[in-house]
């Protein structure tokens, strides 16, 4: 099966960028990789497990998710991914043979 066939879900690659506010305070937001059409890239998803947990003082949720792309230049493991609502925090980038990223994350207790 070739790339293609997996890549099937719309997903945008966001990085971190610091900043200051008008007061001067450090800042950090998210901004799209892709700046280009409607900054999304094609995806395919794997859910590869998934865990419920006891956090501060209430219940927790986390699911490990291994998301693959076609292989491109700069992504990192302090990026994450955002598909509909979920955000995707990236753990890990594995480089696949054929020139495909598998990207490693998880979703639940993000970073931000």
Not at 26 to 50: C, H, M, S
């Amino acid at each position: 099966m070739t790339i293609a066939f997996r890549l099937n879900k719309r997903v945008t690659l966001q990085k971190k960028v610091k900043g200051k506010a008008p007061g001067g305070a450090p800042t950090e937001t998210w901004e799209n990789v892709i700046e280009t059409g409607d900054g999304k890239i094609w995806a395919g998803k794997r859910d590869l497990t998934g865990r419920q947990y006891v956090a501060a003082g209430g219940t927790q949720n986390s699911v490990q998710t291994e998301w693959e792309i076609r292989g491109r230049a700069g992504v990192i493991a302090s990026m994450r991914i955002v598909h509909g609502a979920d955000i995707y925090d990236i753990e890990a980038v594995l480089e696949q043979q054929g020139g495909a990223l598998k990207l490693m994350c998880s979703k639940g207790a993000n970073r931000g």
